[in-house]
């Protein structure tokens, strides 16, 4: 069976060390074991209309931003087809067709989508094509015959909705789509990072986040602002893990060569929070390590970012390539589709053939 790798991020804003650690870390781990036989990353600008349909300026905006994003993280244009979504007619008509397939109910179960609902404030006036997105992310990840989707742990309901649509679609039509598979972080702290401010998520649309290309001084004030525990108030009090962001980020993104290098009273994380929980150990020493950490994450992805920036010609193409690739293969899932759907009316002269043997 052929490995098919597909993910994306709605243009909404810069990425975060959120989609990091939840999704762009395990892409450049499966790109650098080269166990597949194609791999897509997908800019979902249409997705990100469903709830920002009165500011498409700021979608165009973020286009280049988040393929900046993808290329200062890493990401290799040569192993990689990065595309644009909107440029894909074919994954509309998909979804036009599954959404037969799924029930409103079913729809209004999703989790992802009623906690998305609560946080957007949309109350009784939610867009329909908000709604629906679950399923327009079933024919993103099947127009590919993607089997291998990383994503953060808030998209498991869409691919468990996608693996719905997939075995109702070839159970009425035949096999025609692929089930996929979701590839989570290993670490369970990366399955959802909270945002600085102790938010269960951290999200652009939150306004919580510290973004990839931050400054050494945006990163600084950011950390040192970071939510605690609201019980440590003296150094001496003894200190609390649970809830407590500045160790969900250690969690995260620290390693023992990181103690080693910046805090050698501690051999790793445990010791930490032991002493942290017996009281002695101040934020602001804890802080301070975290931002070392993180500025050494971000370092070199600020490096790549600036020589990308001033080579924004490049960028395009890349764009421009990956999408007009991605859209030759959306194609030719779609006519199999319309084909399994009995679809393709003037293909050859078959309907006048049908219509004689049935009168
Ligand atoms: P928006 O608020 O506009 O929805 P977002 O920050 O949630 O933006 P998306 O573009 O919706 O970002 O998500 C892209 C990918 O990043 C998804 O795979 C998602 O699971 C992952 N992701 C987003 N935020 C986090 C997070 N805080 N922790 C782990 N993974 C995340
Ligand atoms: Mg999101």
Redesign the pocket.
């Known amino acids: 069976m052929k490995k098919i790798i597909l993910?994306?991020?709605?243009?909404?804003?810069k990425?975060?060390i959120?989609?990091y650690?939840?999704?762009?870390k395990s892409r450049l781990m499966l790109q650098e074991q080269g166990d597949y036989d194609d791999f897509f990353i997908m800019i979902?600008d249409a997705q990100?209309l469903t709830?920002n349909a009165d500011n498409p300026q700021k979608i165009r905006s973020n286009i280049l931003n988040v393929a900046l994003d993808y290329l200062a993280v890493g990401i290799d244009p040569n192993k990689v087809h990065i595309f644009i979504q909107s440029e894909i007619s074919e994954l509309t008509e998909l979804s036009f067709y599954y959404a037969n397939l799924v029930t409103v109910s079913r729809l209004q179960r999703n989790p992802t989508v009623k906690t998305?609902i609560k946080?957007r404030d949309f109350k009784e006036s939610i867009p329909v094509g908000f709604f629906t997105y679950p399923i327009s992310q079933a024919s993103d990840i099947t127009a590919f015959k993607a089997n291998i989707v990383?994503?953060?742990?808030?998209?498991l309901p869409m691919i468990e909705q996608t693996r719905e649509i997939v075995k109702t679609f070839n159970r009425i039509y035949g096999d025609v789509l692929v089930l996929p598979k979701e590839v989570l972080?290993e670490n369970e702290a990366?399955?959802?990072?909270?945002?600085i401010d102790g938010n269960a998520?951290?999200?652009?649309?939150?306004n919580n986040?510290i973004y990839l290309n931050d400054s050494y001084e945006q990163l600084k004030s950011k950390v040192m602002s970071m939510y605690t525990d609201p019980l440590h108030l003296k150094v001496e009090d003894k200190g609390h893990i649970e809830g407590n962001t500045v160790f969900t980020y250690l969690d995260a993104f620290s390693t023992p060569d990181d103690f080693k290098k910046y805090y050698p009273e501690f051999a790793n994380l445990d010791e930490l929070k032991k002493a942290y929980q017996q009281g002695g150990i101040g934020d602001v020493k804890i802080k301070k390590f975290l931002l070392q950490i993180l500025d050494n994450l971000l370092k070199p992805i600020r490096e790549r970012r600036s020589y990308y920036e001033k080579h924004i010609d490049e960028v395009y193409n890349i764009l421009k390539e990956g999408t007009m690739y991605a859209h030759s293969i959306a194609k030719i899932t779609l006519k199999e589709v319309k084909d399994a759907m009995k679809l393709n009316y003037f293909e050859d002269e078959k309907l006048i053939n049908e219509y004689i043997d049935e009168h």
């Open positions: 993910t994306g991020d709605r243009p909404t804003g990425l975060h959120g989609h650690v939840g999704s762009l979902a990100a709830d998305e946080t990383p994503v953060g742990d808030d998209q972080p990366c399955l959802r990072l909270p945002g998520k951290m999200s652009k649309s939150l986040c």
